[in-house]
Nanobody
């Protein structure tokens, strides 16, 4: 059974950094695009970042561009999200997801597999 498990969330002060990991198991995701999404309390889930199957192309929401970096290690079946210069408005549950290598990276409904999420809280 395919599974995505996030880790690395926590509480950090504004300006700090966190590195999220998303470990895949149950199948290989090497030919899948991977994305990170987040959902803050009372808000809809939103796109944060995505990376294509080879790692050669990356995509970011304007709100995180220049602060967050997505990467993947296909040998380890793992995707990472390095988050720097964190702001209180980055507080949310962060989830990773996987989709086949076609279609928009920004559309939630195209992602077939989802992790359970990890909480990121940024204090001011």
């Amino acid at each position: 059974q395919a599974q995505l498990v996030e880790s690395g969330g926590g509480l950090v002060q504004a300006g700090g950094s966190l590195r999220l990991s998303c470990a895949a198991s149950g199948r290989t995701f090497n030919n899948y695009d991977m994305g990170w999404f987040r959902q803050a309390p009372g808000k809809e889930r939103e796109f944060v970042s995505a990376i294509n199957w080879s790692g050669g192309n990356t995509y970011y929401a304007d709100s995180v561009k220049g602060r967050f970096t997505i990467s993947r290690d296909n040998a380890k079946n793992t995707v990472y999200l390095q988050m720097n210069s964190l702001k209180p408005e980055d507080t949310a549950v962060y989830s990773c997801a996987a989709k086949p290598g076609i279609g928009s990276y920004y559309s939630l409904h195209l992602y077939r597999y989802w992790g359970q999420g990890t909480q990121v809280t940024v204090s001011s």
